[in-house]
């Protein structure tokens, strides 16, 4: 029997690839109806700004292991009463290294960090913008030297 | 808005499941209008002197719910508890201010704290001054006796 190809249609599926934590345990196995904490939508789905899923409203995963839209978390974190904390956790959130899914957002966050930084260092002293800038910069350097010190640090910062 | 519209879903099959969680405290709950304005009915936790009887709350949502917490009240003058003001309906609550609020709660998490908040009342943040001496001063006959005044006449 001979066959002839007329016309070919690909239909493809795809689902965020979230890590699992296997070591810990502490990530459960990705259900299909995980939704986003923030905007109650799919992780698969846009949030609720966006209009087409996939990289252009990406998921994160947080240090903590709680995943949101990008544009969700950013809204909440560029809030002053968020303190810089996941919602679910009361964490400090900050996205975890080394993930293909997270890296490239970590400029986007190191920036509004950097911001919240330099409005609470203007909070506190009446320095001039440049001086309370510089010293935040600085302070962001000495985060990256120490990664356990940047908890610390931070932890003190948002201290009710 | 459509983070209201899926919680709208959410509620719907939870209250109709009959989830044991939620209807202890949750008679129903229901957009007025369109999905920032919401209604639902508490009923009074067993044990205290509310049981018995069902209490109306008003929930708005902000324009920029959930990064801020819905403003919820009971309906005014209806509601004697320490926590509540008696004349608004304001209620005392940490997580429905800015400061305590997290967007990972929604509309079923404040009406079941606030259910929760009926059974155990917290005298030393009062917006009820009178209810909340009688209850500093453990006096539980007269706690039950102004309560049941209120809501009984």
């Known amino acids: 029997m001979k066959v002839d190809v007329e016309e070919v249609h690909s239909v493809f599926a795809w689902t965020w690839h979230i890590p ?33 899923p996939g990289d252009e409203c990406s998921l994160v995963v947080g240090e903590c292991n709680h995943n949101f839209h990008v ?34 957002q970590l400029e986007k966050f190191r920036e509004l960090q950097l911001k919240k930084r330099t409005s609470v260092a203007g909070e506190f002293a009446d320095e001039d913008d440049e001086e309370a800038i510089a010293r935040a910069v600085a302070q962001q350097n000495q985060a990256e030297v120490d990664d356990q010190g940047d908890v610390i640090m931070d932890q003190g910062l948002v201290v009710r | 808005m459509s983070r209201a519209a899926k919680e709208y879903k959410a509620i719907i099959r939870v209250l109709q499941e009959g989830d044991e969680f939620y209807s202890q405290f949750i008679v129903c709950m229901e957009p007025k209008e369109d999905l920032t304005r919401w209604e639902a009915l508490v009923r009074g936790p067993s044990g205290t002197p509310y049981e018995g009887c069902e209490f109306r709350l ?33 209620i005392c609550l940490d997580i429905l201010t800015k400061q305590y609020w ?29 209810i909340a001496n009688i209850l500093k001063a453990n006096d539980t006959n007269s706690y039950y006796g102004l309560v049941h005044y209120y809501i009984k006449s």
């Open chain 1, 20 to 52: 699992k934590d296997n070591k810990d345990g502490s990530l459960q196995a990705d259900d299909d109806d995980d939704v986003c904490g923030i905007c109650r939508a799919s992780y698969n789905a846009t949030c609720p700004s966006c209009k087409y």
């Open chain 1, 71 to 104: 544009h969700c978390i950013y809204r909440w974190l560029d809030t002053t009463t968020s303190k810089g904390l996941c919602p679910m956790c009361r964490q400090l959130f900050q996205l975890k290294r080394g993930l293909a899914i997270n890296d490239s």
């Open chain 2, 58 to 90: 008003h929930l708005l949502l902000p324009q920029e719910y959930p990064m801020s917490p819905p403003v919820v009240k009971f309906e005014p003058y209806a509601m004697p508890h320490a926590n509540v003001d008696f004349c608004t309906g304001e």
């Open chain 2, 102 to 130: 997290s967007p990972a709660w929604d509309l079923l998490h404040v009406v079941q704290a606030i259910g929760q908040l009926l059974g155990d009342p917290v005298p030393s943040s009062p917006l009820n001054v009178d």
